[in-house]
């Protein structure tokens, strides 16, 4: 077991660009979700999913688009890249909707965009 | 709305001292609570959870007591190791508001020397 996979660990973006993160899990959860984490700031919510073509938005959605074709895999995509996206993103899955639910989370991925 | 808040760090302990990570949370509903840890480059794994009042949880010598009149979840261990240098996180889930989506805390930086 693999648990949460993500790619890529780190990267590079210059203002403007685009690119998608890519979130993946083996343990066959319905829940999915996409944090950035900051300093002094926690984790916020990006946008998650509650099941295989399902997209929801969460605390701080502005900039990014997410989309989840396959149950395993939820992608999160920014279009245009800004100098404030640069953070390091945590994908999270977990079995249910439960409040009880644990969440399990992946290595993360280090953005830096100049 | 629901949120967490932890004592500010960093915090920094010799061997074999006492800790005590403050956490205090607002929520509407029954919330679940929470303490995941970060080890350095590594995502958030869940240290410890307690579902209803006065529930206790523990693992690795970590303790804490979920106390609804104080509205509290502090994280207590009797003798740290240099193995626990870590950022650690309070979050609650809150099941009639948000489902299993977590609201963290800022997390607090734990440095323990030998």
């Known amino acids: 077991n693999a648990g949460v996979t993500q790619t890529p660990k780190f990267r590079v973006l210059k203002t403007g660009q685009s690119m998608t993160l890519l979130c993946a899990q083996d343990?066959?959860?319905?829940?999915m979700y996409w944090y950035r984490q900051d300093p002094g700031m926690g984790l916020r919510l990006i946008h998650y999913?509650?099941?295989?073509?399902?997209?929801a938005k969460g605390e701080v959605p502005d900039g990014y688009n997410v989309s989840r074709l396959k149950k395993q895999n939820f992608l999160l995509g920014l279009e245009s890249a800004a100098p404030s996206q640069t953070s390091v993103y945590f994908c999270?899955?977990?079995?249910?909707?439960?409040?009880?639910?644990?969440?399990?989370f992946g290595p993360g991925t280090r953005l830096t965009v100049l | 709305g629901n949120s967490v808040t932890q004592m500010e760090g960093p915090v920094t302990l010799s061997e074999e001292a006492f800790l005590t990570i403050n956490c205090t949370y607002t929520?509407?509903?029954?919330?679940?609570l929470f303490w995941y840890v970060q080890y350095p480059g590594e995502g958030l794994q869940l240290l410890l959870k307690?579902?209803?009042?006065?529930d206790k949880g523990s693992n690795k010598g970590f303790e804490a007591t979920y106390r609804k009149e104080t509205t509290s979840f502090h994280l207590e261990k009797g003798s740290v190791q240099v193995s626990d240098s870590a950022v650690y996180f309070c979050a609650l889930s809150d099941q009639e508001t948000s489902g299993s989506r977590l609201t963290f805390g800022e997390g607090t930086q734990l440095t323990v020397n030998p």
């Open positions: 343990m066959n959860h319905e829940y």
């Open positions: 307690a579902t209803k009042a006065d």
């Open positions: 999270a899955s977990s079995r249910s909707g439960s409040s009880y639910n644990e969440q399990f």
């Open positions: 999913s509650v099941g295989e073509g399902t997209t």
């Open positions: 929520a509407t509903g029954y919330p679940s």
